[in-house]
């Protein structure tokens, strides 16, 4: 049973330029959440996907965006890269509540794409 | 979503119990406690969760005093892969908010 997948694992890209990371879910997962953690800091919750929309955002500005597909995968897209957008970008994947029948939300995260902007 | 406090960090001998105290005063009595950790250079790794009863899996126990204003999470026989930052979350669980906000965790370092 493959677990999240992320790609790329590293990237490297100059200011201003855009970017798209990659998320596949886990087997049977619906939702996918998105979140970027800098250097020394905890992950922070950029927005998640739910039947191909977005359900929740945090705060974060709109040049982050980002797409999931029919099949639950799900791309995340950063315009006009700043220095400060440099960190590790972990997708994870979790079951609807209304269809999971659980009360729990475990989330399985990815290994994350580091990307730096230089 | 109630904010959590965690000590920076901790040490533990191997072998030994490892006991990860959280505060979560200002909990909501909807709000679940959950622990995730992160090893080095990997995603964060779902530990365990709970609402007021202590609970227990193959990983861990999870402690929460009865006023729920603070959890310990236990890892019995502490091992030197159990090296890794801990995030005590607290989030409640309403349709889809499935958001997890983590803070700074609590860095345990297990010591040969």
């Known amino acids: 049973d493959a677990g999240v997948t992320q790609s790329p694992t590293h990237l490297i890209k100059t200011r201003g330029q855009q970017v798209t990371l990659r998320c596949s879910p886990k087997s049977g997962h619906d939702t996918v959440s998105w979140y970027q953690q800098a250097l020394g800091q905890g992950p922070q919750f950029i927005f998640q996907y739910y039947e191909e929309e977005e359900r929740q955002r945090g705060n974060f500005p709109d040049r982050f965006s980002g797409h999931q597909f029919p099949n639950y995968s799900s791309e995340l897209n950063v315009n006009a890269l700043l220095l400060g957008d440099s960190a590790l970008y972990l997708c994870?994947?979790?079951?609807?509540?209304?269809?999971?029948?659980?009360?729990?939300?475990?989330?399985?995260f990815g290994p994350g794409t580091r990307l730096t902007v230089t | 979503d109630a904010k959590t406090t965690q000590p920076p960090s901790m040490d533990c001998a191997e072998g030994r119990a490892a006991n990860l105290p959280c505060n979560h005063s200002?909990?909501?009595?909807?709000?679940?406690v959950y622990w995730y950790r992160q090893i080095h250079s990997q995603g964060p790794q779902y530990i365990i969760h709970g609402l007021k009863n202590n609970e227990t899996n193959e990983m861990a126990s999870l402690i929460i005093t009865e006023d729920r204003k603070s959890s310990t999470l236990i890892l019995p026989h502490a091992t030197l892969r159990d090296t890794a930052v801990y995030y005590c979350i607290v989030s409640a669980i309403s349709g889809n908010t499935g958001k997890l906000i983590f803070g700074q965790g609590t860095t345990l370092q297990v010591k040969p």
């Open positions: 200002t909990i909501s009595g909807n709000e679940y």
């Open positions: 994870a994947s979790s079951l609807f509540f209304g269809t999971s029948g659980s009360s729990t939300y475990e989330q399985y």
